[in-house]
């Protein structure tokens, strides 16, 4: 089983957890670099990990991060809320183990979650001798379905920020939910809805993504 501390090397790439604020910090100047206006700022994304620690991975090309993905926890009545159109992304907040352990928050194992910021800076984009948005993915997700914090059936949402964003998402058995004039943020809305790890990977599987561990 993959756990947080799992490290997954293809030569000099590595798939891994965020281990620190530094680690932040870096592919945030990534996203920066890329997209300029940010859902979240520096300070919204650290409080995120605290929060929920393994939302975060991070592709890294020997000790260089040259990319990322998130993938978080949402409370069931907040998912709603912003899948109505009724809330700004910047306003979501992922579950918290420690919030559940006080019972402040009904549900964990966790029900809903959010896909965002995966991002690979321009100059590794396009390798010849690998492929860096497909390692991402695959060790992310497969670590993410292996954590033991999914109860199915569970629902995913992701917004998609760009047209490569909406075929990624498209490719891989999300569906359109909300068009971007639907949104308070202007960006279209996407839902994928899985009733077991074996439903969850089947598009995956299509293009590229195993399923590691059965």
């Not at 501390?5 to 996203?31: H, K, M, S």
């Not at 899948?83 to 809903?112: M, N, R, Y």
Request: proline fraction near 7%; charged fraction near 20%.
């Amino acid at each position: 089983m993959l756990t947080q501390t799992y490290f997954d090397r293809f030569y000099d790439w590595v798939v891994r957890p965020v281990q620190n604020q530094q680690d932040i910090e870096l592919v945030d100047a990534i996203d920066s670099a890329h997209w300029g206006n940010r859902a979240f700022s520096l300070e919204q994304l650290i409080l995120w990990h605290q929060a929920y620690p393994p939302g975060n991975r991070l592709l890294c090309l020997e000790d260089r991060v040259v990319g990322g993905i998130a993938i978080w926890p949402i409370d069931p009545k907040q998912a709603a809320a912003f899948c109505a159109g009724d809330l700004p992304e910047s306003q979501l907040f992922p579950l918290s183990k420690g919030t559940i352990a006080d019972h402040a928050v009904p549900h964990w194992p966790a029900t809903h979650w959010y896909i965002g910021g995966m991002i690979i800076d321009a100059p590794y984009r396009k390798r010849h001798s690998a492929n860096p948005i497909g390692m991402l993915l695959t060790m992310a997700l497969n670590s993410w379905a292996e954590s033991g914090d999914l109860d199915y059936p569970i629902t995913i949402f992701s917004t998609a920020y760009s047209a490569e964003g909406e075929k990624l998402l498209r490719r891989f058995g999300f569906d359109l939910l909300r068009d971007g004039n639907q949104m308070p943020d202007g960006d279209p809305l996407y839902q994928r809805t899985a009733a077991d790890k074996n439903s969850l990977f089947q598009s995956f599987a299509q293009h590229g993504i195993p399923q590691l561990f059965e």
